[in-house]
């Protein structure tokens, strides 16, 4: 397999936990606005919609839909994302974990709340990166930030959804700290975007991201969660876990081996999408 990224790219993502990637996906914008089009005319039924207190414009959020929306599957399996995260991760094998749109039309005012990505999942394991790609110019005022370096804190946090509500009331975590009002205490990185760049990130990390408040523009974003060696099923009891997979039989401990997981590159290997999925 043909070495896509430079060393220089895959030591700041160990090293910061998040890199930017430009232009790696160019060529994918006009599919993957065609897919998150269909999605969003028919969208899951987890699908949330959040507005500001002003009654702006929405803030709209799906998931797990690249079993039906053809143009994901054909990114998922067809993009050099896999290839892409077998390098970032420095991994053997690439899964898919789930996709996640985001789009936040103009005048949406509600930010995405300071997070990890960790917290929210079935899964556990050393190897994990998002691809957060942008189908819109995003500018650095409303840009995805990052705090550099928090991959490394050990330390996970309570997960909330994106209205600030806690997940999981009583999970036995600590709030994340209040990064907005003490700012300059924190390495915080963003970047300007063009459509089909991609922000490159580990699920530990912390991130958010401020409101759309645009009067005309709109930043939809397609963020592809992959895993590598090493991550398994965590399940525990008690706890909501988002997206939810109601489905899964698998044990705490098991090996991601199910559907809903399908292997992505193996040895270097790119491995065709499945005919259908159960």
């Not at 430009?22 to 089009?37: E, K, P, S």
């Not at 509500?165 to 915080?188: F, K, T, V, W």
């Not at 525990?236 to 109601?246: A, L, M, R, W, Y």
Request: hydrophobic share 40%; net charge negative; aromatic share 10%.
């Amino acid at each position: 397999m043909a070495q896509r990224l430079d060393q220089d790219t895959i030591d700041h993502f160990y090293r910061d936990g998040v890199t930017v990637l430009r232009g790696v996906f160019r060529n994918w914008v006009d599919t993957l606005r065609a897919g998150i089009a269909a999605n969003m005319a028919d969208p899951n039924p987890n699908a949330r919609i959040y507005r500001g207190d002003d009654g702006g414009g929405r803030f709209f959020v799906d998931y797990c839909s690249w079993h039906r929306i053809a143009e994901y599957k054909q990114f998922i399996f067809e993009s050099p994302a896999a290839e892409i995260g077998a390098e970032l991760m420095q991994s053997e094998r690439v899964q898919l974990f789930h996709e996640h749109i985001l789009v936040k039309e103009a005048q949406a005012g509600v930010p995405t709340p300071w997070h990890q990505d960790m917290p929210y999942y079935c899964i556990d394991g050393p190897k994990t990166l998002s691809l957060w790609i942008p189908l819109d110019a995003v500018p650095r005022e409303r840009t995805l930030e990052f705090v550099a370096g928090s991959h490394a804190w050990d330390k996970r946090f309570r997960p909330q959804r994106f209205n600030g509500e806690p997940l999981n009331a009583h999970d036995g975590l600590e709030d994340i700290p209040d990064i907005d009002n003490h700012r300059d205490d924190y390495p915080i990185v963003g970047w300007d975007l063009e459509p089909g760049d991609a922000v490159a990130f580990d699920y530990r990390t912390v991130h958010g991201a401020p409101p759309n408040h645009s009067a005309s523009a709109e930043r939809r974003a397609f963020s592809l969660r992959l895993v590598g060696d090493g991550v398994r099923f965590a399940r525990h009891e008690g706890i909501v876990t988002s997206p939810p997979f109601p489905n899964l039989t698998l044990q705490h401990g098991d090996e991601l081996v199910a559907d809903e997981f399908p292997m992505l590159l193996e040895n270097s290997r790119k491995i065709a999408a499945p005919e259908a999925v159960t």
